[in-house]
C-alpha cells in the first residue's frame, strides 16, 4: 500500500472519541462543575468535537445559548483546562486523556449568512425566473 491512499477524514475510532469527549463535556456543562463567574449562569452548548489524529488533543467547538459572551466564555474554559481534563479523563475510559482546548463554534453564523443569502432578492429572483420557464 502506498503512501497516497492515507484516509483524508477522520477515522471511526476519532470520531467515537469525540462523541464521548462531547458528551462528557455537555454533561459537566449541564451540571455548572466550573465555578468561574464569566460561567455562572450560561448554558453552554457543544456541537463538535474534532480530536487530532494520535488522540492527544480535543478541540471542543462550543456556544453559549444565544451566543452571547462567546469570546470571554471560551478564555475562562480555557483557563480551566487541566480541570475539564481531570474530569473528562474518567468518563471516556482510555489510557490517556486528551488535552482539551475551547474555541468559539462559527457553524451556527455560517449557516446563518447562507440562509440571508437564500433569501436575497437576487437569489429569489432567479428562483421566479425558473419557476416561470418550467411551467
Not at 457543544?46 to 478541540?59: G, H, T
Request: hydrophobic fraction near 40%; aromatic fraction near 6%.
Amino acid at each position: 500500500m502506498s503512501k497516497d491512499n492515507k484516509p483524508s477524514g477522520p477515522t471511526q475510532r476519532s470520531l467515537r472519541v469525540g462523541e464521548l469527549v462531547r458528551h462528557a463535556l455537555a454533561a459537566m456543562f449541564a451540571r455548572g462543575e466550573i465555578e468561574d463567574d464569566a460561567l455562572r449562569g450560561s448554558v453552554i452548548t457543544v456541537p463538535e468535537v474534532r480530536m487530532s489524529p494520535d488522540l492527544k488533543i480535543a478541540n471542543a467547538y462550543i456556544m453559549p445559548l444565544g451566543g452571547l459572551h462567546a469570546e470571554e466564555i471560551v478564555a475562562a474554559l480555557n483557563r480551566h483546562r487541566k480541570f475539564v481534563r481531570g474530569r473528562v479523563a474518567p468518563q471516556i475510559n482510555m489510557k490517556f486523556a486528551p488535552e482539551v482546548r475551547f474555541f468559539v463554534d462559527e457553524t451556527f453564523e455560517e449557516a446563518g449568512r447562507i440562509d440571508a443569502l437564500l433569501r436575497s432578492k437576487k437569489v429569489q429572483q432567479d428562483l421566479d425566473d425558473e419557476d416561470g420557464e418550467t411551467e
